[in-house]
Nanobody, 109 residues
Framework: QVQLVESGGGLVQAGGSLRLSCAASGIIFSTVGWYRQAPGKQRELVARIVSGGFRNYADSVKGRFTISRDNAKNTVYLQMNDLKPEDTAVYYC?????WGQGTQVTVSS
């Protein structure tokens, strides 16, 4: 079965950290993006990594979030540090035209 499964979300205080994981089955990762969607807002790209290792980030998370990949595990990670209340959203992993089910991140002030 081809699917993406996110994990690692939760509730954290402002300034805290979380690490999200996106595990793929049935596909081999190439370009992978992490997106987020807050209530009442459009889904936005947070970070993306391509097969050659190039990364790009939304301006709002530069210096705080890091996207990485473990090809042996076919898993992509999003390390989120210095979290802020405005980072609260459902975070989704995307590869090809596949989306995961999302994982909730809530940052309390």
């Amino acid at each position: 079965q081809v699917q993406l499964v996110e994990s690692g979300g939760g509730l954290v205080q402002a300034g805290g950290s979380l690490r999200l994981s996106c595990a793929a089955s049935g596909i081999i990762f190439s370009t992978v993006g992490w997106y987020r969607q807050a209530p009442g807002k459009q889904r936005e790209l947070v970070a993306r990594i391509v097969s050659g290792g190039f990364r790009n980030y939304a301006d709002s998370v530069k210096g705080r979030f890091t996207i990485s990949r473990d090809n042996a595990k076919n898993t992509v990670y999003l390390q989120m540090n210095d979290l802020k209340p405005e980072d609260t959203a459902v975070y989704y992993c995307n590869a090809y035209q596949l989306w995961g089910q999302g994982t909730q991140v809530t940052v309390s002030s």
